[in-house]
């Protein structure tokens, strides 16, 4: 239930207000009557004095399995009079407060005509972070044009089930690249841990909703779409940004950024404009850079262009399955099951003895292990889940925290050699044909090969081959995933069940890059340059990339409204 009806036809002389009310702990089986009990319980109201409400957040606590619990977080509407007269009690009533307001604020008054005195901004990837920095300048009247190197979303889609299907790769449209992002082919989370004290993350789900997206992403405390809802939804926001007057041009890859150097002494300059692969030339002094953390081309683009970059920390390892119905019983028990609780999840983490920390990382329940690359003769594995998450296996990331001083040192872009080393490595282990190198965990565990599948069967396509896991990754990751998994098991039982089965590699959990910026959100040493998103080092995921557009699309508005 969303928004309850009034509960009282009683007149009253007072305008409606609203309160949020926090930590409504109830069973999973309670009823709606349960609910208003539970209000007017904490409120110490009587029924006459409850009008409406709405659940605004909702999550459980299955600490103790045989009795998970449903808590609340709702909004409840009173008369202005009886909400004076709680709040003035408010210590005598805890987790009661005013419902604070979420609507989203434009930082500067839209326009109502583009001024034909400036340049138009220019978006440059059409990922989650690209799209609503486009929205939201489309949003103001600032017209952005939109510039992605791989094809729209449907296209996309069928180029990508090409390559699980027949292997036939497409480098410019495929898991990484095109509409929508590498979070199209995910599990679509819409959760993230960016302090958000501007409710932007609000922001993105409403405009999701708006889209096509169920609205409980608004109330869930852990959304989720899945792909094929992204889809259409990705259709929508596209064409209301068009709408708008906004242009979004697909198979439109960057060959180079123009840039003038106003200072050589420290290489200080100012970004003008874009040349295509195409040929053409487009001219702009604010250009977003929203291209993902596999666009190792561009990354290299800007480098030689003078763009500062600089290595950072990502994680890499193998995807692991096991059957969702384990992880379900393991997590809730005799309450597995439960329409209310849907698929279980995990989230892992252990500090091994050799210094590493070994975590789960984009658990996918009910979901599918899928090839991921973008390069020819390299493989990369990545998880997705459909809305219904119904799939058998559970499938997450299990992945060590790498550093680039300890790891790959030596020049900014050396993380994505070693990515590439150990994607290249994982290609001839699969048989050069884009099958994965897979083993059982138990064989894992006890340093023999895999020779043949036991009761998990795997997901990933075009398909796996059997061996030695531990030829595909450095020894350090191997020791520490070794020693982790037996842990995890404590805390998730069964984890390290023999026939549970990984997958290699994976080494796309972020960008091994940061193209840095500044207070204003441009490049510390190329003005006009908006680096945004994951490929730039400023999220991790469908949410914090989206808040990321938004805040650089705010800096955009802000600083071409004040005349640069």
């Given at each position: 239930m969303l928004i309850s009806p009034p509960l009282s036809t009683a007149p009253t002389t007072c305008i409606p207000s609203m309160l949020r009310l926090s930590e409504i702990k109830l069973p999973l089986d309670h009823s709606d009557d349960d609910l208003i009990t539970a209000i007017r319980e904490r409120l110490k109201i009587s029924a006459d004095k409850l009008h409406s409400f709405k659940v605004f957040k909702r999550s459980h606590d299955a600490r103790k399995k045989n009795r998970i619990l449903l808590i609340y977080q709702l909004d409840v509407v009173l008369d202005k009079e009886t909400e004076a007269a709680l709040l003035a009690q408010t210590p005598a009533l805890p987790r009661v407060g005013p419902s604070p307001d979420t609507n989203y604020k434009f930082v500067t008054a839209p326009v109502a005509q583009f001024p034909e005195s400036k340049q138009r901004p220019i978006i440059v990837g059409f990922g989650p972070c690209g799209i609503l920095a486009a929205l939201v300048l489309a949003q103001m009247g600032l017209k952005p044009i939109v510039l992605e190197r791989g094809q729209e979303v449907r296209q996309r889609t069928k180029q990508t089930w090409g390559f699980w299907r027949k292997r036939e790769l497409n480098t410019e449209s495929n898991v990484q690249f095109g509409e929508g992002g590498a979070g199209t082919?995910?599990?679509?989370?819409?959760?993230s841990q960016v302090k958000d004290r501007r409710h932007l993350g609000r922001k993105v789900l409403e405009e999701f909703v708006i889209a096509g997206a169920p609205e409980e992403i608004l109330v869930n405390s852990r959304p989720h779409i899945g792909t094929f809802k992204?889809?259409?939804?990705?259709?929508?926001m596209r064409a209301e940004i068009i709408r708008l007057g906004g242009e979004i041009r697909f198979e439109q890859k960057v060959e180079s950024i123009l840039r003038e150097t106003d200072n050589e002494a420290d290489d200080q300059g100012q970004i003008t404009g874009l040349l295509l692969a195409s040929g053409e030339t487009l001219h702009s002094r604010h250009i977003v850079m929203a291209i993902g953390h596999s666009a190792r081309d561009s990354f290299q683009m800007l480098l030689d262009r003078g763009v500062y970059i600089e290595p950072k920390p990502f994680s890499i390892g193998f995807r692991i399955e096991h059957p969702q119905s384990a992880i379900d019983r393991a997590r809730f028990g005799p309450q597995a099951?439960?329409?209310?609780?849907?698929?279980?999840?995990?989230?892992l983490v252990h500090h091994c003895k050799n210094g590493r920390t070994v975590y789960s990382f984009c658990m996918c329940p009910g979901g599918t292990v899928v090839a991921a690359t973008s390069e020819q003769g390299r493989v990369v594995t990545n998880g997705m889940s459909q809305y219904s998450r119904n799939e058998r296996n559970a499938n997450a990331a299990i992945v060590v925290g790498i550093d680039p001083e300890t790891d790959f040192p030596g020049h900014p872009l050396a993380g994505i050699d070693l990515q590439r080393q150990l994607e290249s490595l994982a290609y001839q282990l699969g048989g050069e044909n884009y099958?994965?190198?897979?083993?059982?965990?138990?064989?894992?565990?006890?340093?023999?090969?895999?020779?043949?599948?036991?009761?998990v069967q795997p997901s990933y396509q075009p398909g796996i081959t059997l061996g030695d896991l531990s030829k595909a990754m450095p020894d350090f990751v191997v020791a520490a995933i070794r020693e982790a998994i037996p842990e995890f098991d404590k805390q998730v039982q069964g984890y390290a069940m023999a026939d549970a089965i990984m997958t290699g590699v994976e080494t796309r959990t972020s960008a091994p890059v940061s193209i840095k910026r500044d207070a204003s959100y441009q490049s510390i040493n190329t003005r006009g340059l908006f680096p945004a998103g994951e490929g730039a080092g400023y999220a991790g995921g469908i949410l914090s990339a989206g808040i990321d557009g938004i805040k650089v699309a705010e800096a955009v508005a802000l600083d071409?409204?004040?005349g640069r």
């Open positions: 082919f995910s599990d679509g989370k819409l959760w992204l889809v259409s939804m990705v259709e929508n099951g439960h329409p209310a609780l849907g698929a279980a999840e995990y989230k099958n994965a190198p897979a083993q059982l965990v138990g064989d894992f565990l006890n340093n023999r090969a895999s020779t043949e599948l036991g009761a071409l409204l004040q």
